[in-house]
């Protein structure tokens, strides 16, 4: 018999919203704080800060053996790069995961960007897989809020991947379902699996969050015991929202519009519990 997971009251859903605006507004400190020079632990205090001042706790730090608030991973690292004094150079691929608690209900987000001040083709690379990550979780996005079974939100993310080149995604770390923790049932996958999953439900609350490579998808885990990297050095990118579906249609809990602007191009329109 298949695992059940919680289901999510409108009204749970909306303290949700509150966790997840807070994980947004840390990311976007974040963002406007990446530039050559700055260091990876530099923008990890930024966001503690964020979201301390928000009321909230840096949920990754509730993570056992994990002490900060972002995983900061670059380049050929993938997922879970531990913050440091690296120094960001112009061009490098720099991906930012983060989260936040508030009265006990979670957000989980992340995105990719080039560090700016290179024009070089590689970086316009970089800056062209970051696109097409992104725009793969917004077609799982749109999916998840149609879908009846939830490998349709897999589905949806292969399928815009594979079309616009030879990507690699990863296979072992896959998206949550996400509420009172971070990390929940049902498990998220970026790809076509032979399982369609759960039903989908009103009340659903997932954190989509497709990882692709440049190259092959196959990764090993650094001596730090955290950090993804790829076995073929090739770079990596990682796009995340935490979503949900509720009782009036589907609303993206981390970004600030609700997912008004991105999921436009589907033709769906988000709906707040506002």
Same mark, same amino acid.
Request: glycine share 10%; aromatic share 6%.
């Given at each position: 018999?298949?695992? %059940? ?24 400190? /974040? ?20 979201? %301390? ?18 995983c900061a ?10 913050? $440091? ?9 720099? $991906?930012? +995961? ?11 987000? #992340?995105?990719?960007? /080039? ?33 009846? %079974? ?10 815009? /991947? ?23 049932? !049902? ?8 399982? #369609? ?9 997932? #954190? ?7 190259? +092959? ?24 929202? $935490?979503?949900a579906r509720? $009782? ?15 999921? #436009?191009?589907?033709?769906?329109? !988000?709906?707040?519990?506002?």
């Amino acid at each position: 018999m298949r695992k %059940r997971f919680e289901l999510k009251t409108d009204d749970d859903i909306r303290k949700m919203r509150v966790a997840g605006l807070l994980t947004a507004k840390a990311l976007g400190a /974040v963002r406007a704080a990446i530039k050559p020079g700055v260091t990876t632990l530099e923008l990890d205090q930024i966001a503690e800060q964020t979201i %301390r001042d928000g009321g909230g706790i840096p949920n990754f730090q509730l993570v056992p053996g994990y002490y900060h608030t972002v995983c900061a991973s670059v380049n050929n690292a993938v997922v879970h790069g531990i913050p $440091s004094n690296r120094a960001l150079e112009p061009g490098d691929l720099v $991906s930012i +995961d983060c989260g936040a608690e508030v009265d006990g209900w979670n957000g989980d987000s #992340a995105f990719s960007m /080039v560090v700016p001040g290179d024009n070089s083709e590689l970086a316009k690379q970089r800056q062209i897989q970051s696109d097409v990550c992104e725009g793969s979780l917004w077609a799982g996005i749109a999916a998840f809020a149609s879908a009846k %079974r939830l490998n349709e939100v897999g589905i949806a993310i292969e399928k815009h /991947v594979l079309e616009r080149g030879p990507y690699g995604i990863l296979r072992e770390y896959i998206g949550h379902g996400i509420g009172r923790t971070m990390h929940e049932d !049902p498990a998220v996958f970026n790809y076509r699996t032979r399982d #369609a999953g759960p039903r989908v439900e009103n009340g659903m609350c997932i #954190a989509i969050e497709p990882m692709i490579t440049a190259g +092959d998808q196959a990764t090993f885990i650094q001596d730090d015991d955290w950090t993804v990297e790829t076995m073929d050095g090739s770079d990596g990118a990682h796009w995340e929202h $935490s979503v949900a579906r509720h $009782s009036k249609g589907i609303w993206v809990l981390t970004e600030p519009d609700g997912g008004e602007e991105k999921l #436009a191009p589907f033709g769906i329109t !988000p709906i707040s519990l506002d």
